[in-house]
């Protein structure tokens, strides 16, 4: 059954100040082009990626490790593509 495929992993948060509200929301827009089921985990937290207040809600610092896991037909391409979000520094400089 496609809703059990589920794709995780886990990422380093290496932009400087950490998930504030302009990474969360280049997060959440990216999920929300997805059908996959997102969501992030930090310090035993789990909260749904395609929503930036609960983004920002985890309040991760810079150096944080997140899980990303998406349940559903795309969450391998979902999961992939936050992950390069991710590797670019969420689209800010160091």
Do not use: W
């Amino acid at each position: 059954m496609a809703e059990d495929i589920i794709c995780e992993t886990t990422i380093s948060l290496h932009n400087e100040f950490g998930l504030h509200a302009r990474p969360a929301g280049r997060i959440a827009k990216a999920a929300q082009q997805f059908e996959a089921n997102i969501m992030i985990a930090f310090n035993g937290r789990e909260v749904d990626a395609k929503s930036i207040l609960d983004i920002l809600s985890l309040a991760a610092p810079s150096g944080s490790a997140l899980r990303i896991q998406a349940r559903g037909d795309d969450a391998r391409y979902a999961v992939e593509h936050l992950e390069s979000i991710f590797r670019d520094n969420l689209g800010e400089d160091r």
